[in-house]
């Protein structure tokens, strides 16, 4: 097991400076996803089945403190999900059992048949007919990374994925003595004392607070998984 942070080592950076590292909460979940990609392909190939295999490329969110959920209506990259015939035996679906996918107009790839997909009768939810480069969602996610980076660790599939997931950093869940430069969103907890200072924590319902309203228009809702 792999009990630090993940690391690239070269002969030109033995202290692997260049590339930064993982930190060893996202190193251990790399690890965990891919002993399970690999018992789940190793499953199909013993069975002689690929029914399962679609779940190799969609990660269970039950292991995560928070889910944030996003309208599909501002996911400007949903079409880059994979379509469910991918995961057939014969990658071939029918067009009366293939579902209706909604994207945006300008955001179609060139088609010969306009009756392949449904397409909105507006470009995009903002007004505007022509955004070029314009990703609301990677743009809120790299606000919550800039605000919350000490407190909260984000998941996210960039290629149109609609749920953004969260989880508590290790020092967002400790207690800390009260300063009044905390940096945080912190509250104080009752008769408890961190030495000869009053005990505080993060206090997680107003983050997520903060998040929904950062997030507003973006948001659907958010569910708690683990307070």
């Known amino acids: 097991d792999v009990r630090g942070a993940l690391r690239i080592v070269t002969a030109e950076d033995p202290n692997a400076e260049w590339w930064g590292t993982v930190s060893p909460v996202l190193t251990r979940r790399l690890q965990s996803l891919a002993r399970a990609s690999l ?5 199909c190939i013993s069975l002689g089945s690929d029914s399962t295999l679609s779940q190799v490329f ?9 889910v944030i959920k996003l309208d599909k209506d501002v996911v400007c990259r949903q079409y880059e999900q994979p379509p469910a015939s ?3 035996s014969d990658g071939v679906q029918s067009a ?3 579902p209706r996918k909604e994207v945006f107009k300008n955001l179609l790839p060139s088609m010969q048949h306009a009756s392949q997909v449904h397409v909105k009768q507006h470009a ?8 070029v480069g314009f ?3 990677a743009l809120f996610v790299r606000d919550l990374v800039g605000v919350y980076r000490d407190s909260i660790l984000f998941f996210n599939d960039v290629h149109g994925g609609r749920c953004i997931a969260g989880l508590w950093s290790p020092t967002a869940r400790k207690t800390h003595p009260f300063t009044a430069s905390m940096g945080a969103n912190m509250m104080l907890l009752e008769h408890e004392k961190v030495g000869t200072k009053p005990a505080a924590t993060l206090n997680k ?3 997520v607070e903060e998040i929904i309203r950062l997030g507003e228009g973006l948001v659907e809702n958010v569910v708690m998984q683990n307070e």
């Open 39 to 43: 018992q789940t392909i190793t499953d």
């Open 58 to 66: 969609t990660a269970p969110l039950t292991d995560y403190d928070f």
């Open 86 to 88: 991918a995961f057939t």
């Open 96 to 98: 009366e059992s293939a």
């Open 124 to 131: 995009n939810v903002f007004g505007q007919s022509d955004l």
């Open 135 to 137: 990703d609301p969602v």
């Open 205 to 207: 319902r107003a983050v």
